[in-house]
């Protein structure tokens, strides 16, 4: 299974410790993890994931590698911009959202919009039932995060 990680590319300590072990859990379980590839909780669930030898992908906005976060294992270069955030949406078969601001809050949006699963922790909620389906799930730690990703993606 293929879980994306979405969250600001700068975030206090808090979230990125919530983000580091999100993507420790997410290797743990065998799945790829997939994320923007950059800094922030990216960063710290990339780290996460290759700390129990788990496969990383980051999806870059730039047109090069050079950003690149040091814990990926596969570095893609779009030179998109934040267009990106539909290709990340769209690799993951179920999203663990943590924290985030307005890309965050797109890619959100963008997994809903293409009936992948968004489970959060400490994100937008998109529960006040303006949305199709469950909107973002709250989970409460990164283990039931993960947990609920592999539930609802099947």
């Not at 979405?6 to 790829?32: F, M, N, P, Q, T």
């Not at 690799?91 to 968004?118: H, N, Q, W, Y």
């Not at 709250?138 to 539930?151: H, I, M, Q, Y």
Request: contains cysteine.
């Amino acid at each position: 299974m293929y879980i994306a990680v979405i969250g600001a590319a700068e975030c206090e300590s808090g979230l990125s410790d919530i983000a580091y072990k999100v993507g420790w859990e997410i290797g743990r379980r065998g799945h790829v993890l997939v994320c923007g590839g950059l800094g922030g909780v990216m960063d710290a669930a990339a780290h996460g994931a290759h700390d129990v030898g788990g496969l990383v992908v980051g999806i870059l906005p730039g047109p090069d590698r050079s950003p690149a976060g040091k814990w990926l294992t596969v570095a893609i270069p779009t030179d998109m911009g934040h267009a990106r955030n539909a290709l990340v949406a769209r690799a993951g078969d179920a999203l663990v959202a943590v924290g985030g601001g307005f890309g965050t809050l797109s890619e959100i949006a963008l997994a809903l919009k293409m009936g992948r699963p968004v489970v959060g922790l400490e994100t937008w909620g998109l529960d006040e039932g303006r949305v199709e389906g469950p909107g973002v799930v709250k989970a409460a730690t990164p283990e039931e995060a993960v947990r609920l990703a592999e539930e609802l993606a099947g």
